[in-house]
Structure formats: C-alpha cells, structure tokens
C-alpha cells in the first residue's frame, strides 16, 4: 500500500498508458520537472515534512515506522487523485477497508498494572489511604496511548511496590469518569494520554495539564519525557518512601509483640500478593 504509486509509474505495460505531465512526455518516470501544476515531487515533500512533524511525538520504532506508512498512503491518495480520479477512488476505497480489517496490536508484554472500570477505580483509590496511585487515563483507539502502553508498563515493573502502585482506565469505554476527572476525549484536545498521581484517594499531580479554556498544557509522551515523568512524579522519591514505610510497619509490629516470624509471614505474603499481575482486561 505503502509503494503502490511506485510500482503503478514503473510497471511494464501499465505506465505507458498512464497520463504524464512531463515535457518529454514520458509516462513511465516521476514528474519531477513538470511546470504544470503542483509536481510529485512537491507532494513528497510535503509528505517529508508531515511526518517529521509527527515523529517528535513519536516514542518507539514501531511508532515511527507507523507514522511513515500511514503519511506515505496519504501521499498515495494524492498521487493518485492527481494521475487519474478512477485509480484514485480505487486506491481510497483499498486504505478504507485496511484501515477496518488491520487493527493496531494491543501490547501483551508483562506489567503490574490494575485496570479500573466504572465501578471500581473510586474503591480502590481509597481503600488504603497509604498508597500512592499513579493512573493513565486512555482510549484504546489512540495511536499515542498505544504507543505509550509499553512505556507506562515498563514504569509499573521498575518502581511497583506496595505503597505505590499503577493503574489504568480507558475512558474511551468509560464516559463517565473522563467527565468526572476532566479527561477530555477529543484528538484535538490532546489530553491522551493523561496521567494522573493520586494520594489518599485525591488528585495531586496531573501530565499534561489543563488550562482554564480546557486545553491541554503542551507536554510530549516520547522517550526524552521518561525522564521527565519520573522527575514530575517523584517516582524515586515515592518509590523508597515506599520501601521504607513497609520495613517502618514491620519494626513498630515486632515491638508491639508480633513474632518476627509473622511479620515475614505476613510481609511475604503481601509481596506474593504484590507480584502477581492483576488479569487485564485485553487478556480476558
């Protein structure tokens, strides 16, 4: 899909019937010295342009690469209208049904994450007021909450422990709470993805921030911004307050006459407890 036109302009016995803009009239080479109309060429460069645009917001290869493909069909569509409006609504009509069968993958890799619903993300961030939540509110049909589902989840294996934890709400299924966090759902508002750090049940931290006409402060979820979320967050701050609140609990029970060996009991099974992943909702 990506190098139809290519193959299209160069095929034998099929680009010698296709119309030609070029001075020396051939119809098997790339207008690329027509003085007629906007030129191939200006419509790659525009295509350049577009998609280093949309790569600095780009967080992994798969990202990138994606970000190619889908600008360079746009491209196509161009190219195409522009040679011959018949192969044009073809070519239109084939990026349609792609786009409807071929689905982006979900990330499958390991995390520890607790995926809320309507129903339970007010429950569990105020059961224990000892745990600091870190919650990315998202849609699944968002090209960036996608691309950043491996970055939250490589979060949530590095700095997962008792006293912090991660969860995750797709506000795309659930209206509900993206009208009660303020999460906007509209691409244009670019809140997706948003993460929020809640302690004893309340909002603390918010990325990216909303000013007062609702709009989304300018922040990138990239490589270059794992930094940044560690940083905004306190994550290694919270991370070894964490730690050391759960040795500070077992001191103060082993005073108050609690066998050693409960304590460990209980502290390893809170640990096993901690360890296994909560089933996703993608994995049931």
Aim: glycine residues 4%; hydrophobic residues 40%; charged residues 25%.
């Amino acid at each position: 899909m990506t190098v139809a036109f290519l193959v299209v302009r160069k095929a034998p016995g099929l680009c010698e019937h296709l119309a030609t803009q070029r001075e020396d009239g051939n119809s098997c080479d790339f207008d690329w010295v027509s003085m007629a109309g906007i030129r191939e060429l200006e419509i790659l460069m525009f295509l350049s342009a577009i998609v280093m645009m949309k790569n600095r917001r780009a967080i992994t290869l798969e990202q990138h690469v994606g970000n190619l493909f889908l600008f360079s069909k746009v491209a196509n569509v161009m190219l195409f209208f522009r040679l011959d409006i018949r192969l044009g609504l073809l070519y239109l009509v084939l990026c349609v049904v792609f786009l409807m069968t071929c689905k982006p993958p979900l990330y499958m890799g390991p995390e520890y994450i607790k995926y809320f619903s309507d129903k339970t993300i007010d429950e569990e961030l105020q059961r224990d007021s000892r745990i600091t939540w870190l919650v990315e509110f998202y849609a699944n049909w968002s090209s960036d909450c996608q691309s950043f589902a491996p970055v939250f989840a490589d979060l949530s294996l590095k700095y997962n422990c008792a006293g912090l934890r991660f969860g995750k709400v797709d506000i795309g299924r659930y209206g509900d709470i993206s009208e009660r966090f303020k999460v906007s759902t509209s691409p244009l508002s670019k809140q997706l993805p948003s993460l929020m750090l809640f302690q004893e049940g309340r909002e603390v931290i918010r990325r990216p921030m909303v000013d007062s006409k609702k709009r989304a402060v300018s922040w990138t979820f990239n490589e270059a911004s794992l930094e940044n979320i560690i940083r905004e967050f306190n994550l290694n701050e919270l991370f070894q307050k964490s730690k050391k609140l759960n040795k500070g609990r077992g001191l103060k029970e082993e005073q108050n006459g609690v066998q050693p060996a409960e304590v460990s009991d209980e502290l390893h099974s809170e640990t096993n407890n901690l360890e296994q992943p909560t089933e996703s909702k993608k994995d049931q």
